[in-house]
């Protein structure tokens, strides 16, 4: 009689040798597609490259700069010459009314005018619209340090929170056997169901924090999916103890900051318009000649005119337009060294708390969490001697897995700040500055 064992492979082997090839090929080439469709991991320089891909704000200031410059063209240029066509001293009564050849002074007349604008106005006109695409172009780069900026947030987030995840689900595991363990140990007599009550309480409590870092875990994915387009896992760790900034040149440094260099072409812009107020001053001609044709009876006539604007009341009206124009270079001037005063103390403030931040990373690492650990193992070799309760060794874990959150909280907060320091100014952008990479010169 066949082994019931051999009966059943046989079976199997059977159905298996049943099945159609195009469907096993079908099968394998689903199972192969759906590996290559799942998201591959992204490291910190890849999520950033894929937001500033995606962004739709970079293309705003590359149409606005288009825009500048071809209105800095159109300034540039002279006004159109106008066509004037019109009858001149037509009779509208008497015998000759409305007859155009009939009196010596009824005219047909065509002509053309032109502004003779001055060379410097049409030069400040340009130089207006041409610092306003260097003004975009700053805009861009500002857009650009915000895009990296905020997408190394993002993926820090879901970093650090996925960190968090780990050491709670792993906590979770432990504490599910420790309930199984203090079940078992009661079923023998050798525990109390206050052990078992405790057990459970401390994965109650360990099963809420988990919600929590979830909720936090799944935020981090929806805002890096924001930047990146799908929702990912990150890979590789930050290198958050090394900035582009030297504290020793900040001052010049942070001059060249894209946000400052918004504002230094905004004063240019209110110093052009300056200029043109002052160029101003000075009137423009206008030149007109018109051809006259008469009945024909009459010679025709040919007019040269030139028209001149009188500035009667210049002081309350150029005069107070150029003051007006250069109350706002000013304006602009003091706004910029706020600024860039406002921009050197937070910048400083920054460096002060990611250097604090690192040293209290290095605290955790060589002393709090080593100290957490020991602590946790103490207890326990005391709970296994009979020397302490099941309590005491689930608050010892539960003191090591806050440690640990803990130092991953204060690792997240350093490297957001850090994020915020190294992406100061955009990389690939056009803004120069002398920032170096040297830790001992940040200290």
């Not at 200031?61 to 209105?71: F, R, S, V, Y």
């Not at 015998?95 to 002074?105: A, H, Q, T, V």
């Not at 150029?322 to 602009?332: F, G």
């Not at 969490?369 to 309590?391: H, M, S």
Request: aromatic letters at 6%; proline letters at 3%.
């Amino acid at each position: 009689m066949p082994s019931p064992f051999f009966a059943h492979s046989n079976a199997r082997a059977i159905r298996f040798r049943s099945i159609p090839k195009a469907t096993l090929a079908l099968s394998f080439f689903a199972a192969a597609h759906g590996a290559l469709a799942t998201p591959q991991p992204l490291t910190l320089g890849e999520a950033q490259q894929r937001a500033v891909t995606r962004s739709r704000q970079l293309g705003v200031q590359d149409q606005a700069i288009t825009a500048a410059n071809e209105m800095a063209v159109a300034a540039a240029q002279r006004p159109d010459p106008v066509l004037k066509i019109g009858i001149d001293n037509l009779p509208v009564s008497g015998s000759e009314r409305l007859s155009l050849g009939s009196d010596f002074m009824t005219m047909r007349r065509i002509g053309v005018s032109q502004e003779l604008t001055r060379a410097d106005k049409l030069h400040w006109r340009s130089a207006r619209y041409q610092i306003e695409g260097d003004k975009a172009l700053a805009q861009k780069d500002m857009a650009l340090a915000a895009i990296q900026r905020d997408a190394a947030v993002a993926w820090l987030e879901v970093f650090y929170t996925e960190q968090m995840a780990s050491v709670v689900s792993t906590q979770a595991t432990i504490s599910r056997q420790e309930i199984e363990a203090a079940e078992a140990a009661y079923r023998g007599g050798r525990g109390t169901s206050a052990d078992i009550l405790a057990a459970r309480s401390a994965l109650l409590a360990l099963d809420d924090r988990t919600s929590e870092v979830q909720r936090r875990q799944r935020v981090a994915h929806t805002m890096l999916s924001r930047w990146t387009g799908e929702e990912t896992s990150v890979a590789g760790g930050p290198d958050i103890d090394h900035i582009r900034l030297d504290p020793a040149s900040l001052d010049t440094d942070l001059a060249h900051h894209p946000e400052i260099a918004v504002l230094n072409k905004q004063e240019d812009i209110a110093q052009a318009d300056a200029n043109l107020a002052r160029a101003n001053q000075h009137t423009d001609w206008s030149v007109e000649v018109a051809f006259q044709q008469r009945g024909s009876a009459y010679s025709n006539m040919v007019s040269v005119g030139l028209s001149v604007p009188l500035q009667w009341d210049r002081k309350n009206r150029q005069d107070r337009d150029l003051t007006a124009k250069l109350a706002l270079v000013e304006q602009a001037k003091a706004e910029r060294d706020e600024m860039l005063r406002e921009h050197v103390a937070e910048t400083r403030s920054k460096i002060i708390a990611w250097q604090s931040g690192r040293e209290r990373i290095a605290r955790y690492t060589r002393e709090s969490l080593p100290l957490a650990t020991e602590r946790r193992q103490a207890v326990l070799a005391a709970y296994r001697g009979g020397k302490a309760t099941l309590a005491d060794v689930l608050a010892a874990r539960r003191g090591e897995v806050e440690i640990h959150l803990q130092a991953l909280e204060v690792e997240l907060d350093t490297a957001r700040v850090w994020a915020q320091l190294n992406f100061l100014f955009p990389e690939g952008g056009t803004a120069q500055h002398s920032a170096t990479t040297n830790d001992q010169e940040s200290k």
